[in-house]
């Protein structure tokens, strides 16, 4: 052979090498030693969702953290964890591939995606290879409805929190003696928007309030909400609700303010209204806004106080919707493991299948607990309502979970 | 752009690149096989774009428009009345082709040339996809999800296998048409229009013909891509196909690759799916910084291509002889 061929080949070859030297030590660093029980999360740490995908992460970790610390799992004779995270870029085919990634290296859990077509695609990977995939963010009905055997949701369906705001709204009314009854929806355009918008519409019309109307708009493009807000105004809307980026949430508050639309309630579901962003970027501009979220960003139970300093005193922010919905699947695992002494991904689905999970116990703080069907949604799930007021958010409804009284209806724009 | 004698490499070489990817699904784990069908994926879509923009000069930012076209045709017609995908992709082929028919005539009837053309198929797309978002034949935003199991007959498949030889025979029919179409009369055609229009119409080649001939072909072949995408993640949505992320990795691979050549585009898709992957598998703990600095590099690399191999990485080849060839280097 020719030398000049010679060293073409040798490039290549060197080349080929080297990009299967580095899949396989990935993956090799990947499956640790015996004494470990591999989990990933397969999350968006970069795009537009990376906001939810970093803090659920750093929510993972930390139990991760915790019980390594703490003797790690007492059933598997203080195994500890092995946690590795993947980026789903906010894309659902890289969330795909991610995913097929992770369960070849065989993992015992994944966490994911944080994204409703992410989780969509991950969930069929997982539930071809018999893993878990526990979702503890993501929304969207479909998820649940194929039939997986080992999908599962920690967090309520859509239409479950959506319809929250508006239960909230009818018990104010009537303890207040208000008629508030205009009902104007501005969702984005994305799956959950659109569940969000219909589960709306639906129990606005059931409870007799009036729809003035439905707007979804193209969450790629809008960038200002004036033109529409200023039609509800002038419609006598009095009740604004929707389900929203954390960029469309702040600037719908903003331009409620510039357009003077002191309405009875702003209320947003889960997405932007409970990123930290929120409160950072409008500071008394979002005094009085309600907020549904299963997870409670003050209650007084267990663990969570000191958590939620630690959190804040590490990260400098308020501790977000997102890393509670971290801490609470880890720990949910965590306990399944535990229980079922295995890391087999069949039996931990099977224990999860089975295993209930009372609020507050450990690391658990999503309402009101978990205890999933059999199709992997959480029975126990449910949203809780909570309000901005002197610049944090703290819990007004369902009576037995709220730590103050709600303000009614929302004070006007200063 | 790049000329097309440059491609002009012994076939045996690609027989055994052929060869090569035929027995590839039997040394890859499920992984390694799910980055090469979305690789090849990229590579098929990158072809057919080549043809509207590496051919015919036309840059078009709207096949994710065809794309989701014949994702949703097949879909739609599968989920609602039982129609196999085998057929449906052709549906959706054809429809894509009538749409690109329409388009092209408006366009040319309003003789939009350049970045306004850039632009009004993006505006097009645009349309499609509010569209898409607002009606609820087609489930809006929510999307549709196909089922999943194992039903050759309705194109799906538990394994990857079946579904990387799928693709691998699409980027051969890619190919393949990219071939006819590069050695035939049209070819010569539509390289005349693109390097100069008045003076191709002067020497009597019919240019509005051409074009939207190329742009027929293209879309055609790009909604059997979607298709392809729909069987094989099983779940699509207005965001996922008519979205613009789809139509830049079109332009990136085939920029990257070479545009206006046979392998450029294929070339450019691999190896920038490839290199995606390869960052991320890299054996870093994972962090935010961490996978911006991935991110960083894939960027990087981008740049690097674009700057110093203006005609593609197809070009690599020449660019080094023509280095050794001057004075002073051995």
Known sequence: ?414 | MSNVSRTRKPYYYLGGAGGILLFLPLVMNDHLLTVAITGLMWAYLCLSWNLVFGFAGQFSLGHALFWGIGAYTSTVLFVNYGLTPWVGIFVGGFLSAIAAWLISLVVLRYRVKGVYFALMTLAFAEVFTGLALNWDYIRGPVGILLPMKNSPGNLFFIARAPYYYFILGLLCLGLGVTYGIQKSKLGYYLKAVREDEEAAEVSGVPSSRYKILAMIISAFLTALGGTFYAQFFLYISPEIMFGFGSQMTMMIGTMVGGAGTLLGPVLGSLVFSFLGELLRSLPLAHSREIVTVERMIWALVLVVVIFYLPGGLVTLGDRVKSRKGRPGTS
């Open chain 1, 1 to 414: 052979m020719p030398e000049k061929k010679l060293k073409s080949w040798t490039m290549i070859a060197a080349l080929c090498g080297l990009l299967g030297g580095s899949f396989s030590f990935s993956a090799s660093e990947a499956l640790g030693a015996a004494n470990e029980v591999l989990v990933a999360g397969v999350l968006p740490l970069t795009g537009t969702n990376a906001s939810w995908g970093i803090r659920n992460d750093r929510g993972i970790r930390y139990v991760v953290d915790w019980v390594n610390a703490h003797g790690g799992i007492k059933s598997l004779k203080g195994a500890k964890f092995k946690y590795v995270s993947a980026d789903t870029e906010t894309k659902a085919d890289v969330a795909g591939s991610q995913t097929e990634k992770i369960v070849s290296e065989n993992v015992s859990c994944v966490f994911g995606c944080n994204q409703s077509p992410g989780t969509l695609v991950a969930s069929q990977v997982t539930e071809r290879k018999g893993v878990p995939l526990i979702t503890v963010s993501d929304y969207d009905p479909l998820i649940t409805q194929r039939g997986f055997k080992y999908i599962f949701r920690t967090v309520p369906v859509m239409d479950k929190i959506s319809t929250s705001v508006l239960v909230f709204a009818q018990a104010m009314n009537k303890s207040q003696n208000t008629k508030f009854t205009k009902v104007g929806i501005l969702c984005e355009d994305s799956i959950v928007g659109d569940s969000a918008a219909k589960a709306l519409e639906k129990h606005t019309k059931e409870i007799g309030y009036t729809v003035v109307d439905v707007v979804k708009y193209n969450a790629a493009t809008t960038r200002d909400f004036t033109g529409v807000l200023s039609r509800y105004k002038a419609q006598g809307v009095e009740l604004i609700v929707g389900h929203n980026r954390p960029a469309d949430s702040i600037q719908i508050v903003r331009n409620l303010k510039e357009i003077v639309f002191n309405s009875a309630m702003i209320g947003g579901i889960g997405g932007g209204w409970v990123a930290p962003e929120f409160l950072r970027n409008l500071g008394p501009l979002s005094e009085g806004v309600i907020i549904a979220s299963s997870e409670t960003p003050d209650v007084k139970v267990g663990k969570f106080a000191e958590l939620k300093k630690e959190y804040e005193e590490k990260y400098k922010e308020e501790m977000p919707s997102t890393f509670i919905g971290g801490i609470s699947g880890a720990w949910l695992l965590y306990r399944a493991i535990e229980q079922c002494a295995s890391t087999d991904p069949k039996v931990i689905a099977k224990t999860l299948h089975s295993i209930e999970i009372k609020y507050g116990d450990g690391f658990y703080f999503q309402q009101f607990g978990c205890k999933f069907d059999e199709k992997g949604d959480n029975t126990l799930a449910s949203a809780v309502i909570f309000q901005v007021q002197n610049n944090l958010r703290v819990s007004v409804f369902p009576a037995e979970f709220a730590n103050h009284k709600p303000i009614w209806p929302k004070p006007v724009f200063k």
